[in-house]
């Protein structure tokens, strides 16, 4: 068994891998806090070193299935067989309905010890929550349930739906009980460490836009602000060592006279340069539009640190929709829907349209980019076998300080199907950005100061 010092240890260095910022400060703080909750509650250390470590609560995701493994709620099989399944089920069917949590993690237990195993060496090769839940059907006692907890009452309609939906959630924790049971299984013979890497779900900074769910889209939406002033504190360094300037050699040698010609004291030429302006140019359709939501509100928090900030979204035409940025900042959920609605960014069909947006932009637009803008262009490239209009993009670049382009996708997909990424390339820079990570860092990077 580790010792206690090296699995706390373990378990930080496990949450660092996953993004989640812990320093020694952190360590010695969850440390003292299971030196003075003791080891008798599980759950009452759990609460604290999450209080001791974490420093938001989209964090818990992660911190509760690594604290699982690190933390186990017992070490090898079951003491008791599951028996067949019928009998699993009737267990199960009749816990539930007690809401017999005791019991529940017990039935969590010998499920996957009984039904998720699987290979053929002695014991098992590896047990899965996928196949025990697949054999198990929890999800299928929802009437068997209800009916044990519904005999002998009578009420409305709406007093059944509210038992329903309590039902469901505990068949989900049930689910959940599975999924922590299987992977503690595992990490006991492959090493907590290894399935903390690769079993368990990433943070929602390094999730896929493309891949991102409603509830990692809200978490993201949430992190803009705190994001922003990062960037904005890094926008500022460079900012300053910028304004530093270039060496003045003729100033130098001349003040170089008092010490005998020695340039002890190099002179600067101080910049006093104006701030740069920024264009956002978001394809919001489909599935990308969750990456060029996000990127806009945190391009809005930032707006203090450029002259002017001017966003453009489309689909198959284009439309400016800084206001509607600057106002989605109370309600950043709704921002993509009042785009879609209230500006004009699609014609007669609904589908990505890259060269009729670059070539109305061009047309209409040309006027919001000078010497001093930097145009970001956010889009998959996908032109759904449509002209991508090279030289529309090859007039903005013309006209711009610089222009980038942030592609959701990886590069090995830049050259399948309808992408036109690889021809946009040649035009502009383009760069992965496949996450708020990545996003983050170009972001701080690629801004003009």
């Not at 785009?339 to 047309?363: C, K, N, P, Q, R």
Request: aromatic share 6%.
């Amino acid at each position: 068994m580790t010792a206690l010092p090296d699995r706390l240890t373990e378990l930080v260095r496990s949450l660092r891998t996953h993004g989640i910022r812990i320093g020694p400060g952190e360590t010695v703080d969850a440390a003292a806090a299971l030196e003075v909750l003791g080891f008798d509650d599980r759950e009452r250390i759990r609460e604290g070193l999450a209080a001791a470590l974490l420093h938001q609560e989209g964090q818990r995701a992660v911190f509760d299935p690594v604290f699982d493994l690190y933390f186990p709620l017992r070490v090898g099989a079951p003491d008791h067989s599951g028996g067949d399944t019928a009998d699993l089920r009737d267990r199960l069917a009749a816990a539930l309905a007690a809401n017999d949590q005791a019991l529940l993690g017990q039935l969590a237990g010998e499920a996957v010890d009984s039904l998720g195993g699987y290979g053929s060496s002695p014991g098992s090769d590896g047990w899965s929550a996928h196949q025990t839940l697949s054999r198990l059907r929890p999800q299928t006692l929802l009437a068997r349930v209800r009916t044990t907890l519904g005999q002998g009452a009578e009420g409305p309609e709406f007093t059944d739906r509210l038992t329903d939906d309590e039902i469901r959630r505990r068949i989900e924790a049930f689910r959940k009980r599975v999924g922590t049971e299987a992977r503690r299984r595992v990490a006991e013979r492959r090493g907590a460490e290894q399935i903390a890497r690769r079993a368990l779900p990433p943070t929602a900074d390094r999730v896929d836009f493309l891949l991102a769910g409603r509830a990692q889209l809200d978490e993201l939406r949430r992190s803009v602000h705190p994001l922003a002033r990062k960037l904005a504190t890094r926008l500022a360094a460079r900012r300053r060592r910028a304004a530093r300037g270039q060496v003045d050699l003729r100033r130098t040698l001349r003040g170089s006279l008092s010490t005998g010609g020695v340039p002890m004291r190099p002179v600067l030429r101080r910049r006093r340069p104006a701030r740069p302006e920024l264009v956002l140019l978001c394809d919001v359709s489909g599935s990308v539009a969750g990456f060029a939501n996000f990127t806009m509100l945190l391009v809005q928090a930032l707006h203090d640190q450029f002259a002017k900030v001017r966003v453009f979204a489309f689909v198959n035409r284009i439309d400016e929709v800084t206001g509607l940025v600057r106002h989605g900042t109370a309600d950043p959920a709704g921002l993509g829907g009042r785009i879609l609605t209230e500006a004009a960014v699609t014609g007669w069909h609904g589908s990505s349209d890259y060269g009729a947006a670059l070539g109305e932009f061009a047309e209409r637009h040309l006027d919001a980019v000078g010497p001093r803008t930097a145009v970001f262009i956010l889009g998959d490239a996908r032109t759904n076998m449509t002209d991508p209009n090279v030289p529309a993009l090859r007039r903005i670049t013309e006209r711009a300080r610089r222009v980038y382009w942030l592609n959701p996708e990886q590069p090995s997909l830049w050259s399948t199907g309808d992408s036109a990424a690889l021809a946009y390339a040649d035009v502009v820079e383009m760069h992965a950005c496949r996450n708020a990570q990545q996003l983050s860092a170009l972001i701080a990077r690629l801004l003009p100061v």
